[in-house]
Protein backbone atom coordinates (compact mmCIF):
# COMPACT_ATOMS: atom_id res chain seq x y z
CA UNK A 1 0.00 0.00 0.00
CA UNK A 2 3.08 2.07 0.53
CA UNK A 3 4.87 1.40 -2.69
CA UNK A 4 6.70 4.45 -3.79
CA UNK A 5 9.89 3.96 -5.81
CA UNK A 6 12.24 6.96 -6.79
CA UNK A 7 14.07 6.87 -9.77
CA UNK A 8 16.18 9.06 -12.21
CA UNK A 9 15.51 12.87 -11.73
CA UNK A 10 13.99 13.12 -15.55
CA UNK A 11 12.57 17.33 -15.50
CA UNK A 12 10.83 18.27 -19.06
CA UNK A 13 9.50 21.04 -17.84
CA UNK A 14 11.25 24.22 -15.53
CA UNK A 15 9.75 24.82 -11.82
CA UNK A 16 6.32 26.42 -11.84
CA UNK A 17 5.75 25.21 -15.60
CA UNK A 18 3.44 22.25 -14.77
CA UNK A 19 1.53 22.86 -11.26
CA UNK A 20 -0.52 19.87 -9.78
CA UNK A 21 -2.85 20.27 -6.98
CA UNK A 22 -2.72 16.54 -4.83
CA UNK A 23 -5.91 15.41 -2.58
CA UNK A 24 -7.43 12.03 -1.46
CA UNK A 25 -4.80 10.54 0.40
CA UNK A 26 -6.82 7.63 1.16
CA UNK A 27 -3.81 5.20 -0.64
CA UNK A 28 -0.18 5.15 -0.26
CA UNK A 29 0.54 5.04 -3.72
CA UNK A 30 -0.40 8.65 -3.88
CA UNK A 31 3.26 9.08 -2.81
CA UNK A 32 4.73 7.25 -5.98
CA UNK A 33 2.75 9.17 -8.25
CA UNK A 34 3.89 12.64 -6.20
CA UNK A 35 7.77 11.16 -6.56
CA UNK A 36 6.95 10.12 -10.36
CA UNK A 37 5.53 13.55 -10.78
CA UNK A 38 8.36 15.78 -9.18
CA UNK A 39 11.25 13.50 -11.07
CA UNK A 40 9.67 14.48 -14.32
CA UNK A 41 9.67 18.76 -13.05
CA UNK A 42 6.21 19.05 -12.15
CA UNK A 43 5.39 21.09 -9.07
CA UNK A 44 3.18 20.10 -6.21
CA UNK A 45 2.07 23.12 -5.00
CA UNK A 46 -1.28 22.37 -3.21
CA UNK A 47 -2.31 19.09 -1.01
CA UNK A 48 -6.16 18.82 1.10
CA UNK A 49 -7.74 16.15 2.67
CA UNK A 50 -10.31 16.55 5.09
CA UNK A 51 -7.93 14.11 7.50
CA UNK A 52 -5.29 16.18 8.83
CA UNK A 53 -2.99 13.36 9.66
CA UNK A 54 -3.14 12.39 6.01
CA UNK A 55 -2.18 15.77 5.33
CA UNK A 56 0.52 15.82 8.00
CA UNK A 57 2.19 12.58 6.81
CA UNK A 58 2.24 13.82 3.39
CA UNK A 59 3.96 17.43 4.13
CA UNK A 60 6.51 15.55 5.99
CA UNK A 61 7.04 13.81 2.82
CA UNK A 62 7.17 16.57 0.44
CA UNK A 63 7.50 19.38 2.66
CA UNK A 64 7.67 21.71 -0.39
CA UNK A 65 3.99 21.71 -0.89
CA UNK A 66 0.68 24.33 0.26
CA UNK A 67 -1.81 23.04 2.60
CA UNK A 68 -4.91 24.24 0.97
CA UNK A 69 -8.32 24.59 2.67
CA UNK A 70 -10.13 22.87 -0.16
CA UNK A 71 -10.43 21.02 -2.86
CA UNK A 72 -12.49 24.06 -4.11
CA UNK A 73 -9.88 26.12 -3.70
CA UNK A 74 -7.14 23.90 -5.77
CA UNK A 75 -9.69 23.70 -8.76
CA UNK A 76 -10.46 27.80 -8.90
CA UNK A 77 -6.21 27.74 -9.46
CA UNK A 78 -5.73 28.53 -13.15
CA UNK A 79 -2.26 27.95 -12.43
CA UNK A 80 -3.08 24.10 -11.74
CA UNK A 81 -2.75 21.96 -15.16
CA UNK A 82 -3.50 18.76 -12.92
CA UNK A 83 -4.97 17.10 -9.75
CA UNK A 84 -3.64 13.86 -8.96
CA UNK A 85 -5.34 11.46 -6.32
CA UNK A 86 -5.48 8.44 -4.83
CA UNK A 87 -9.64 8.28 -3.12
CA UNK A 88 -11.37 5.20 -1.96
CA UNK A 89 -11.44 3.57 -5.23
CA UNK A 90 -15.54 3.95 -6.06
CA UNK A 91 -14.77 7.68 -5.59
CA UNK A 92 -12.33 8.04 -7.97
CA UNK A 93 -14.47 8.11 -11.03
CA UNK A 94 -16.43 11.18 -9.82
CA UNK A 95 -13.56 12.71 -8.38
CA UNK A 96 -11.77 12.75 -11.59
CA UNK A 97 -15.12 14.17 -13.37
CA UNK A 98 -15.42 17.33 -11.19
CA UNK A 99 -11.35 17.72 -12.06
CA UNK A 100 -11.95 17.73 -15.71
CA UNK A 101 -15.38 19.82 -15.38
CA UNK A 102 -13.15 22.44 -13.69
CA UNK A 103 -10.79 22.49 -16.74
CA UNK A 104 -7.66 20.21 -15.14
CA UNK A 105 -6.06 16.91 -16.29
CA UNK A 106 -6.74 14.04 -13.85
CA UNK A 107 -4.21 11.23 -12.79
CA UNK A 108 -5.71 8.54 -10.26
CA UNK A 109 -4.42 5.41 -8.61
CA UNK A 110 -5.50 2.22 -10.31
CA UNK A 111 -8.06 1.49 -10.23
CA UNK A 112 -10.16 4.28 -12.19
CA UNK A 113 -13.61 2.50 -11.60
CA UNK A 114 -15.16 0.17 -9.93
CA UNK A 115 -18.03 0.08 -12.30
CA UNK A 116 -19.04 -0.09 -15.95
CA UNK A 117 -21.67 2.58 -15.07
CA UNK A 118 -18.76 4.96 -13.90
CA UNK A 119 -16.24 3.96 -16.80
CA UNK A 120 -19.00 5.48 -19.30
CA UNK A 121 -20.07 8.89 -17.28
CA UNK A 122 -16.40 9.45 -17.71
CA UNK A 123 -15.53 8.58 -21.13
CA UNK A 124 -18.63 11.48 -21.67
CA UNK A 125 -17.17 13.65 -19.06
CA UNK A 126 -13.41 13.17 -21.04
CA UNK A 127 -15.05 13.61 -24.44
CA UNK A 128 -17.00 16.75 -23.34
CA UNK A 129 -14.16 18.70 -21.60
CA UNK A 130 -11.34 17.25 -23.72
CA UNK A 131 -9.25 16.98 -20.82
CA UNK A 132 -7.41 13.56 -19.74
CA UNK A 133 -8.17 11.21 -17.26
CA UNK A 134 -4.93 9.12 -16.78
CA UNK A 135 -4.40 6.52 -13.89
CA UNK A 136 -1.59 5.11 -12.27
CA UNK A 137 -0.35 1.10 -13.46
CA UNK A 138 2.13 1.35 -10.88
CA UNK A 139 3.63 -2.30 -11.86
CA UNK A 140 4.33 -1.18 -15.65
CA UNK A 141 5.03 2.33 -15.68
CA UNK A 142 6.82 2.54 -12.46
CA UNK A 143 8.84 -0.32 -12.25
CA UNK A 144 12.18 -0.39 -14.01
CA UNK A 145 12.27 -4.01 -15.42
CA UNK A 146 8.73 -3.81 -16.81
CA UNK A 147 9.54 -0.66 -18.87
CA UNK A 148 13.05 -2.39 -20.15
CA UNK A 149 10.80 -5.16 -21.63
CA UNK A 150 8.77 -2.75 -23.08
CA UNK A 151 11.96 -1.61 -25.06
CA UNK A 152 13.20 -4.94 -25.95
CA UNK A 153 9.70 -6.26 -27.48
CA UNK A 154 9.72 -2.55 -29.19
CA UNK A 155 13.16 -3.27 -30.59
CA UNK A 156 12.03 -7.01 -31.69
CA UNK A 157 14.70 -9.20 -29.75
CA UNK A 158 11.53 -11.82 -29.22
CA UNK A 159 10.32 -11.10 -32.51
CA UNK A 160 5.74 -10.87 -32.08
CA UNK A 161 4.59 -11.19 -28.55
CA UNK A 162 2.17 -14.49 -28.71
CA UNK A 163 1.70 -14.86 -24.86
CA UNK A 164 1.81 -12.88 -22.04
CA UNK A 165 1.24 -14.80 -18.00
CA UNK A 166 1.38 -12.68 -15.19
CA UNK A 167 1.64 -13.27 -11.18
CA UNK A 168 0.37 -10.29 -9.10
CA UNK A 169 0.82 -11.72 -5.82
CA UNK A 170 0.26 -9.26 -2.57
CA UNK A 171 0.76 -9.51 1.16
CA UNK A 172 -2.63 -8.66 2.83
CA UNK A 173 -1.05 -6.74 6.13
CA UNK A 174 -4.67 -6.89 7.55
CA UNK A 175 -4.36 -5.30 10.70
CA UNK A 176 -3.07 -2.11 8.83
CA UNK A 177 -5.73 -1.78 6.01
CA UNK A 178 -8.36 0.65 6.20
CA UNK A 179 -12.12 -0.36 6.37
CA UNK A 180 -13.28 0.62 2.49
CA UNK A 181 -10.10 -2.47 1.79
CA UNK A 182 -12.82 -5.15 2.92
CA UNK A 183 -15.90 -3.70 1.51
CA UNK A 184 -16.25 -4.66 -1.89
CA UNK A 185 -18.46 -2.00 -3.46
CA UNK A 186 -15.56 0.57 -2.12
CA UNK A 187 -12.58 -1.83 -3.91
CA UNK A 188 -14.22 -3.29 -6.33
CA UNK A 189 -13.53 -6.76 -6.33
CA UNK A 190 -9.96 -8.40 -6.71
CA UNK A 191 -9.93 -8.48 -10.78
CA UNK A 192 -11.24 -4.44 -10.92
CA UNK A 193 -8.56 -3.59 -8.26
CA UNK A 194 -5.12 -5.35 -8.67
CA UNK A 195 -5.95 -7.54 -11.76
CA UNK A 196 -6.01 -3.30 -13.61
CA UNK A 197 -2.50 -3.81 -13.69
CA UNK A 198 -2.06 -7.05 -15.28
CA UNK A 199 -4.64 -6.30 -18.10
CA UNK A 200 -2.78 -2.85 -18.96
CA UNK A 201 0.31 -4.88 -19.13
CA UNK A 202 -0.85 -7.21 -21.80
CA UNK A 203 -2.72 -4.79 -24.06
CA UNK A 204 0.74 -3.05 -23.82
CA UNK A 205 3.21 -5.79 -24.72
CA UNK A 206 1.03 -7.03 -27.12
CA UNK A 207 0.29 -4.25 -29.00
CA UNK A 208 -4.00 -4.53 -28.93
CA UNK A 209 -6.23 -2.08 -28.47
CA UNK A 210 -8.83 -5.01 -27.14
CA UNK A 211 -9.50 -8.24 -25.70
CA UNK A 212 -11.87 -10.75 -24.94
CA UNK A 213 -12.38 -12.14 -21.68
CA UNK A 214 -12.65 -15.81 -22.28
CA UNK A 215 -13.32 -17.21 -18.08
CA UNK A 216 -12.77 -15.47 -14.79
CA UNK A 217 -12.62 -16.85 -11.33
CA UNK A 218 -12.64 -15.43 -7.85
CA UNK A 219 -12.43 -16.07 -4.49
CA UNK A 220 -12.27 -15.69 -0.59
CA UNK A 221 -10.54 -18.84 0.32
CA UNK A 222 -8.74 -17.70 4.00
CA UNK A 223 -10.11 -14.88 5.11
CA UNK A 224 -14.21 -15.75 6.92
CA UNK A 225 -14.03 -13.09 8.78
CA UNK A 226 -14.00 -10.01 5.76
CA UNK A 227 -16.62 -11.96 3.83
CA UNK A 228 -16.46 -9.54 1.25
CA UNK A 229 -12.65 -9.43 0.42
CA UNK A 230 -11.45 -11.56 -2.85
CA UNK A 231 -8.06 -12.71 -1.57
CA UNK A 232 -7.84 -14.50 -4.72
CA UNK A 233 -8.48 -13.94 -8.53
CA UNK A 234 -7.36 -15.21 -12.50
CA UNK A 235 -8.55 -14.52 -15.45
CA UNK A 236 -7.53 -15.67 -19.50
CA UNK A 237 -7.88 -13.39 -22.40
CA UNK A 238 -7.33 -13.17 -26.13
CA UNK A 239 -6.65 -9.80 -28.11
CA UNK A 240 -7.64 -9.62 -31.24
CA UNK A 241 -4.64 -10.32 -32.67
CA UNK A 242 -4.81 -13.40 -31.42
CA UNK A 243 -2.23 -13.39 -28.47
CA UNK A 244 -3.28 -14.70 -25.30
CA UNK A 245 -2.92 -13.93 -21.28
CA UNK A 246 -3.64 -15.47 -18.39
CA UNK A 247 -2.84 -13.95 -15.14
CA UNK A 248 -3.61 -14.18 -11.25
CA UNK A 249 -3.85 -12.45 -7.90
CA UNK A 250 -3.60 -12.74 -4.90
CA UNK A 251 -3.62 -11.87 -1.14
CA UNK A 252 -1.39 -14.51 0.25
CA UNK A 253 2.23 -13.18 0.36
CA UNK A 254 3.76 -15.08 2.65
CA UNK A 255 5.62 -12.94 5.95
CA UNK A 256 9.00 -14.50 5.37
CA UNK A 257 9.41 -12.88 1.55
CA UNK A 258 11.78 -10.04 2.15
CA UNK A 259 8.90 -7.29 -0.08
CA UNK A 260 5.19 -7.54 -0.56
CA UNK A 261 4.82 -9.18 -3.29
CA UNK A 262 6.90 -12.07 -5.98
CA UNK A 263 5.27 -10.10 -9.06
CA UNK A 264 6.67 -11.84 -11.87
CA UNK A 265 5.81 -11.80 -15.94
CA UNK A 266 6.27 -14.07 -18.45
CA UNK A 267 6.60 -12.47 -21.98
CA UNK A 268 6.61 -15.10 -25.11
CA UNK A 269 7.33 -13.98 -28.47
CA UNK A 270 7.92 -16.05 -31.83
CA UNK A 271 11.89 -15.36 -31.44
CA UNK A 272 12.42 -15.31 -28.04
CA UNK A 273 11.19 -15.38 -24.04
CA UNK A 274 11.41 -12.33 -20.58
CA UNK A 275 10.90 -13.07 -17.93
CA UNK A 276 10.14 -10.55 -15.63
CA UNK A 277 11.14 -10.65 -11.64
CA UNK A 278 10.01 -7.08 -10.70
CA UNK A 279 10.52 -6.81 -7.06
CA UNK A 280 12.57 -9.78 -5.55
CA UNK A 281 14.81 -12.79 -6.95
CA UNK A 282 13.61 -15.26 -4.34
CA UNK A 283 15.75 -16.88 -2.08
CA UNK A 284 18.78 -14.89 -3.77
CA UNK A 285 19.20 -10.73 -3.90
CA UNK A 286 17.27 -8.45 -2.67
CA UNK A 287 17.75 -6.25 -5.42
CA UNK A 288 14.83 -6.01 -7.73
CA UNK A 289 13.97 -5.11 -11.23
CA UNK A 290 15.60 -8.23 -13.14
CA UNK A 291 14.98 -9.07 -16.65
CA UNK A 292 15.47 -12.74 -18.21
CA UNK A 293 16.26 -12.37 -21.92
CA UNK A 294 16.38 -15.68 -24.13
CA UNK A 295 16.79 -15.64 -27.61
CA UNK A 296 18.56 -17.97 -30.74
CA UNK A 297 21.91 -15.71 -29.56
CA UNK A 298 21.51 -17.55 -26.12
CA UNK A 299 20.76 -16.21 -22.28
CA UNK A 300 21.24 -12.65 -20.91
CA UNK A 301 20.61 -11.52 -17.30
CA UNK A 302 19.57 -7.98 -16.17
CA UNK A 303 19.30 -5.97 -13.26
CA UNK A 304 18.22 -2.56 -14.08
CA UNK A 305 17.43 -0.79 -11.19
CA UNK A 306 18.35 2.57 -11.10
CA UNK A 307 19.28 2.98 -14.71
CA UNK A 308 15.86 2.85 -17.00
CA UNK A 309 14.16 5.35 -15.06
CA UNK A 310 10.49 5.90 -15.81
CA UNK A 311 9.52 7.52 -18.81
CA UNK A 312 6.20 7.66 -17.98
CA UNK A 313 5.48 10.18 -16.24
CA UNK A 314 7.69 13.26 -18.40
CA UNK A 315 5.43 12.03 -21.07
CA UNK A 316 2.33 12.47 -19.26
CA UNK A 317 3.28 15.97 -18.20
CA UNK A 318 4.34 17.02 -22.03
CA UNK A 319 1.03 15.19 -23.13
CA UNK A 320 -1.25 17.77 -20.68
CA UNK A 321 0.89 20.70 -22.21
CA UNK A 322 0.70 19.91 -25.99
CA UNK A 323 -2.39 18.08 -26.59
CA UNK A 324 -0.58 14.79 -27.41
CA UNK A 325 -0.61 11.01 -26.46
CA UNK A 326 2.57 9.68 -26.19
CA UNK A 327 2.78 8.33 -22.66
CA UNK A 328 -0.71 6.08 -22.98
CA UNK A 329 -3.79 7.03 -24.90
CA UNK A 330 -6.72 7.62 -23.59
CA UNK A 331 -8.55 5.08 -25.79
CA UNK A 332 -6.29 2.45 -24.03
CA UNK A 333 -6.75 3.45 -20.45
CA UNK A 334 -10.34 3.17 -21.12
CA UNK A 335 -10.16 -0.18 -22.58
CA UNK A 336 -8.04 -1.56 -19.82
CA UNK A 337 -10.58 -0.68 -17.13
CA UNK A 338 -13.56 -1.49 -19.16
CA UNK A 339 -11.57 -5.13 -19.54
CA UNK A 340 -10.97 -5.56 -15.67
CA UNK A 341 -14.60 -4.43 -14.97
CA UNK A 342 -16.09 -6.64 -17.51
CA UNK A 343 -13.66 -9.84 -15.87
CA UNK A 344 -14.92 -9.01 -12.56
CA UNK A 345 -18.43 -9.03 -13.38
CA UNK A 346 -18.30 -11.95 -15.36
CA UNK A 347 -16.03 -14.33 -12.74
CA UNK A 348 -17.23 -17.27 -10.91
CA UNK A 349 -17.44 -17.18 -7.60
CA UNK A 350 -15.58 -20.62 -6.47
CA UNK A 351 -17.27 -21.82 -3.49
CA UNK A 352 -15.17 -22.79 -0.93
CA UNK A 353 -15.23 -25.67 0.46
CA UNK A 354 -13.64 -25.97 4.36
Known sequence: MNYA????VNLVVEPGEFNVGVTALDHGHINGMSNGLIEAGATIKYVYDPDPAKVAAYVEAFPQVTVAESLDQILADDSIHMVAAAAVPNLRSALGNKVMRAGKDYFTDKTGFTSLEQLAETK???AETGRRYFVYFSERLHVEAAVLAGQLIDEGKIGRVIQVTGFGPHRLDKDIRPDWFFKKEQYGGILA????????QFLYYTGNADAKVIASKVANYNNEATPELEDYGDATLIGDNGATFFFKVDWFTPDGLRTWGDGRTFITGTEGTIELRKYINVAESEEKDHVFLVTKDGEEHFQVTGQIGFPFFGEMILDCLNG???AMTQEHIFKAQELCLLAQD???VIDVVK
Open 193 to 200: DIGSHQIE
Open 5 to 8: PKGK
Open 124 to 126: RVA
Open 346 to 348: QAQ
Open 324 to 326: TEN
